[in-house]
């Protein structure tokens, strides 16, 4: 069974098979899932609302049987034993890393503690499997130098991997706020103008915003905790502005905290600025649709033009091919 998985791997028309046959799945799942995907707006208000009756039935329970409740996450415990171990808080520690796992969303000691361990575990992974597909399965035919260098090459992507998944959750977080945070400073600015205050506001902005981004909601949701507890209420608008580490949330927190300061009306300063983050938004739609062409080239050179070729000379070399016999 062995000799014939190692076979197959070494088939160059059963690995072109495989792979065509999973991109023509994905294209296909891609095409029709749009077709039978409803608004599941509801669908998920109404789960997030029977989960949170579960949760607090769970905590009630709990409660009564007097038993310890605690909010904060905690890593599991194997997981807390290699970092304590090894000592990885002080080998891997990363001050950019921890506000890198900030921005991605994942707050708190647990997200940490999983990324310092997945820092130690992830080069050893790679750089084991690297080799047993070169020195076992494959049997590569080069000098043991090439091989050496190759799950070298593996064990430093292996080390770069974890801060790789943080930078794309980091793009897919920023990516959602950017789009929403116009839409919310016009909610702002409405409630703002209606009277609100800023907490207030924030609070009923962050309702309004989930069905449109849940990052985005988050973030106003802590932000309005933070106005509500921090001493100094400047901090909550750098730590927001730190959060999402987005240009046009920073311009905005920094509107608001010399509104603070100075006292200057909030309305004129929120209307300019949605504005300026709607033109962002559009500048941005307006540099992908330019950029298309020149990245549709080499795909319409590889895959459209050949298919092109086929079906245009391909019946004429069939009845060439019929004369010549």
Known sequence: MLDLLIDKLHDTQ????????????????????PMFAGDGLARRMK??????????????????????VTLRQSP???????????????????????????????RGHAPYVTFLFFRLVA????????????????????????KIGICILAAWLGMQAPMLFLKNAISKRQLSIKRAFPDALDLLLICVESGMSIEAAFRKVSVEIGSQSVPLAEELTLTTAELSYLQDRKMAY????????????????????QSERYGTPLGQTL??????NRDMRMNEAEKKA????????VPMIVFFLPVLFVVILGPTWIKVAAYMK
Do not use: D
């Open 47 to 68: 789960a997030v609302a029977s989960e949170r009756e579960r949760m607090r039935q769970r905590e009630r329970e709990r409660m009564n049987r007097n038993e310890k």
């Open 123 to 146: 080069p050893v992974v790679f750089l084991i499997a690297t080799a047993l597909y070169i020195f076992v399965i494959l049997n590569l035919e080069q000098t043991m130098t090439i």
């Open 290 to 297: 330019a950029s298309l062409p020149p990245k549709l080239t």
């Open 271 to 276: 209307r300019v600025m949605a504005q300026e």
């Open 14 to 33: 059963f690995l072109t098979m495989t792979f065509a046959a999973i991109a023509a799945s994905a294209t296909a799942y891609a095409l029709i899932s």
């Open 238 to 257: 750098e730590n927001l502005q730190k959060r999402t580490g987005l240009e046009g949330v920073k311009s905005v927190c920094m509107a608001l905290m």
């Open 76 to 106: 599991k415990q194997v997981v807390q034993r290699v970092v304590e171990r090894f000592n990885l808080g002080k080998w891997l520690a990363q001050e950019e890393a921890k506000e890198k796992l900030i921005m991605a969303g994942y």
